[in-house]
């Protein structure tokens, strides 16, 4: 997708360990056109797929998964990364985050995520897969069919796809990075 591509050339900083920070428009400043384009391109790419759920990790994976069920007319669940007191019927996963370098939780209710949900997941990056693999987790305990994954970037060179696509599970990304060594940003044109 062009103008993500443009973006984050512009707005994009490398830093040590691979980690890309796109905080100006993406993970902290939001920038909501940009943001109804993703949503449109995603939801372009899965036309011919049923889906009658978005669902999403807490805490950036949240304004894709809105936008997208805005314009879908369809509800929008995010997985919880503290299990909440107040709420009993969890289904419930571990994710180990690598730009934090420890475990979480992800937890949806079990009221939210059921066998007749045709799920597709969207969050902002791809890296590793360990959030990916959290929610087909999810997804397999509470008999939903996980129907496919669409990210905003991709850092490729982190392998995430390659679980998600062993399970068969389609996988589109809206960026693709191939590599941010020596802090230089290549992307997949
Ligand atoms: P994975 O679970 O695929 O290893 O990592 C994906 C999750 O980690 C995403 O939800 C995202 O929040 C975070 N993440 C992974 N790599 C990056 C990165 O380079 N930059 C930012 N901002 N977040 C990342």
Redesign the pocket.
């Known amino acids: 997708m062009k103008t993500l591509i443009d973006r984050i050339l512009k707005d994009g900083k490398c830093y040590e360990g691979?980690?890309?920070?796109?905080d100006k428009f993406?993970?902290h400043q939001l920038d909501p056109n940009l943001m109804k384009q993703i949503a449109v391109e995603l939801i372009r790419r899965y036309a011919s797929t049923e889906i009658n759920k978005i669902i999403t990790?807490e805490a950036?994976?949240i304004a894709p998964a809105i936008m997208m069920g805005f314009l879908l007319d369809l509800p929008v669940v995010f997985a919880k990364k503290k299990k909440p007191s107040t709420m009993a019927d969890m289904l419930s996963s571990t994710?180990f985050?690598?730009?934090k370098q420890r475990e979480y939780h992800v937890c949806i209710s079990k009221e939210y995520l059921t066998p007749e949900d045709k799920v597709l997941f969207v969050?902002?990056?791809?890296?590793?897969?360990?959030?990916?693999k959290g929610i087909m987790d999810l997804c397999k305990q509470a008999g939903a069919e996980l129907v496919g994954m669409g990210f905003i970037i991709e850092?490729a060179f982190?392998n995430?796809r390659e679980a998600i696509e062993a399970a068969g599970i389609r996988c589109e990304s809206l960026a693709i990075i191939d590599s941010l060594d020596n802090c230089e940003i290549k992307i997949r044109q």
Do not use: E
């Not at 691979?18 to 796109?22: A, Q, R, S």
């Not at 969050?123 to 990916?132: H, K, S």
């Open positions: 691979g980690i890309l920070k796109v993406i993970n990790v950036s994976g994710v985050s690598f730009t969050d902002d990056f791809l890296a590793y897969g360990n959030a990916a850092k982190q995430g």
